[in-house]
């Protein structure tokens, strides 16, 4: 199924429809952030990341502010970019 399937089937009440979305993309992800792990102090925060990232994007097409034709891998790479420098600005700032 592709991507925006599993999202109309996820609107629809399916839970497996969002499980299998994040196991499609979780590993990929993980290893983007941890790429840039200058931007993460430990890799649990990379995880910490992500459930940030697929909160806000599963939280996003709900409420209907997000929309889905295609894959949603680049989106996700952006959310992972925004979230993981919003933490480091948030880090240094606190320095």
Not at 38 to 61: A, P, Y
Not at 66 to 82: A, F, N, P, Y
Request: hydrophobic share 35%; glycine share 6%; proline share 0%.
């Amino acid at each position: 199924l592709s991507d925006a399937e599993l999202v109309q089937i996820y609107l629809g009440g399916n839970q497996d429809a969002a499980t299998e979305l994040h196991t499609r993309y979780n590993n990929r992800l993980l290893r983007l952030v941890e790429a840039r792990s200058m931007l993460v102090r430990q890799s649990d925060e990379g995880h910490d990341v992500l459930q940030s990232v697929f909160g806000t994007f599963f939280k996003r097409v709900r409420n209907g502010s997000q929309e889905v034709e295609g894959s949603i891998w680049s989106l996700l790479c952006k959310l992972t970019h925004r979230k993981m420098t919003k933490r480091r600005r948030k880090r240094e700032t606190l320095k």
